[in-house]
């Protein structure tokens, strides 16, 4: 397992022996881990750095036990990270027991990214973090390319978008010239400073970059 160097996977288990297995796993495969012994824990520290704009700067995943008697569930902090939209940036992983298997297949179908059971293989654990690291990451690096997209949008003039709009569309410097009642050379300045902006070299390119990554 070769994980980004920056990469944390979270804990939230009441039972400390488990919390700290988990903890020896994962620096045995040399991976930062940070655990808590409960959701109301976790959600605490999850509300301080996402307010502090901490948070989805990094690969994460979250390791949860169904079950934690006493205060809030696996099941119900998961149900809140859903609603918040969490689970896309930071997929969770349910360590569960026998009984709750058929629970814990059920989060799977609202969005879990897997479940595995108690008591469960180091190996096949380690590799369903690999991969929900993975897709963290995936996803960290689509919302960077979206918001480095919409700061470019953003440096372009009204003008400049109407022009980028009909280059898009695949008409000529004539016809764009005569829809916007400007000269073509006019046009011929605006469309390079779109491209500029939008580092791009040719409309097919900035077609293909604004359908990888649409502006919000």
């Known amino acids: 397992m070769e994980p ?3 990469a944390t996977v979270y804990i ?3 039972d400390a022996e488990v919390r700290e297995a988990l903890a020896w796993l994962l620096r045995s495969r040399r991976v930062l881990s940070e655990a808590f012994a409960s959701a109301e824990a976790f959600e605490t ?3 301080e750095r996402t307010a502090s704009g901490l948070m989805q ?3 994460c995943c979250l390791l949860l036990d169904v ?3 006493g205060g809030m569930s696996g099941l ?5 990270m859903v ?3 969490d689970t896309a940036g930071m997929p969770v992983i349910f360590l569960t027991g026998h009984a709750d298997v058929p629970t814990a297949v059920a989060t799977v179908k609202r969005g879990a990214f897997d479940f595995c059971e108690k008591p469960f293989s180091d190996n096949q654990l380690v590799d369903r973090i690999q991969a929900a690291l993975e897709l963290s990451a995936r996803h960290i690096e689509a919302c960077r390319a979206c918001h480095e997209l919409q700061d470019r949008l953003a440096d372009l003039t009204d003008r400049e978008r109407d022009v980028m709009r009909l280059v898009v569309e695949g008409l000529p410097n004539k016809l764009i010239a005569d829809q916007l009642d400007i000269s073509v050379r006019t046009v011929e300045v605006h469309r390079a400073r779109v491209f500029d902006k939008m580092q791009v070299k040719s409309a097919v390119e900035l077609a ?3 359908r990888a990554a649409p502006p919000a």
């Open 4 to 6: 980004a160097s920056n």
């Open 57 to 59: 700067r990094q690969p």
């Open 45 to 47: 520290m999850l509300a």
């Open 208 to 210: 293909n970059l604004l």
């Open 83 to 85: 609603e918040r939209g």
């Open 12 to 14: 939230v288990d009441d």
């Open 76 to 80: 119900a902090l998961f149900d809140k």
């Open 67 to 69: 079950r934690m008697p």
